[in-house]
């Protein structure tokens, strides 16, 4: 399999690293009807790492052996809903990756529906995650899901986050 590389500037044309910052562009994204697999790549400096912004109709999320690093908001995010189960069941896969420097969650999933995809987020590292300046303190991994297997919700790890614990509801 393939990776990714994106980078970008800040206005002036270029890109450089001195002047790369969280927010240089939006970052990878996937709308209701689509899927992403990811693997094996690195997004940085992006508003969201990877996220699916799809409420309805998510194909899948699959994100593995990846870095997502100075994210403005969430590293890896996802906001789907299922109220009737497809031929296919949705996919949500959080897996092996490494997530540093989010300004909100490291990672954030919420799957919500009757028919909601029962998440994997496993053998994540998140490093200085929930920094944000606001009065709210992020917590390094946030997942939320009517549908929640602890054997799929292992094996995750980090520091130096600003709530360190991972977040279940």
Same mark, same amino acid.
């Given at each position: 399999?393939?990776?990714a590389r994106a980078?970008?500037?800040?206005?002036?044309?270029? $890109? =450089?690293?001195?002047?790369?910052s969280?927010?240089?562009?939006g970052?990878l994204?996937v709308?209701?009807?689509?899927?992403?697999?990811?693997?094996?790549?690195a &997004?940085? $400096? +992006?508003?969201?790492g990877?996220? +699916?912004?799809?409420? =309805?109709?998510?194909?899948g999320? &699959?994100?593995?052996?990846?870095?997502?690093?100075?994210?403005?908001?969430q590293?890896?995010?996802v906001? +789907?809903?299922r109220?009737?189960?497809?031929?296919?069941a949705?996919?949500?896969?959080v897996s092996?990756?490494t997530v540093d420097?989010?300004a909100? *969650?490291?990672?954030?999933?919420? =799957?919500?529906?009757?028919?909601?995809?029962v998440?994997?987020v496993?053998n994540n590292?998140?490093?200085h +995650?929930?920094?944000d300046?606001?009065f709210?303190?992020?917590?390094a991994?946030?997942? *939320?899901s009517?549908?929640?297997d602890? =054997?799929?919700?292992?094996?995750?790890g980090g520091?130096?986050?600003?709530v360190?614990?991972m977040?279940?509801?």
């Open positions: 399999r393939g990776g980078a970008g500037g800040g206005g002036s044309g270029g $890109w =450089s690293a001195d002047a790369a969280p927010g240089d562009w970052g994204s709308g209701a009807g689509g899927s992403i697999e990811l693997e094996h790549a &997004v940085r $400096w +992006a508003q969201f990877v996220g +699916a912004f799809s409420g =309805s109709g998510l194909g999320f &699959v994100v593995r052996d990846s870095v997502v690093a100075h994210s403005q908001y590293g890896l995010y906001n +789907a809903s109220e009737s189960a497809p031929a296919a949705m996919v949500i896969d092996d990756n420097g989010a909100h *969650d490291g990672i954030a999933i919420r =799957s919500e529906g009757a028919a909601a995809a998440p994997t496993a590292t998140v490093n +995650a929930g920094s300046s606001g709210f303190r992020w917590p991994i946030a997942v *939320d009517p549908q929640l602890p =054997s799929r919700l292992t094996g995750n520091s130096d986050n600003a360190g614990e977040g279940l509801s």
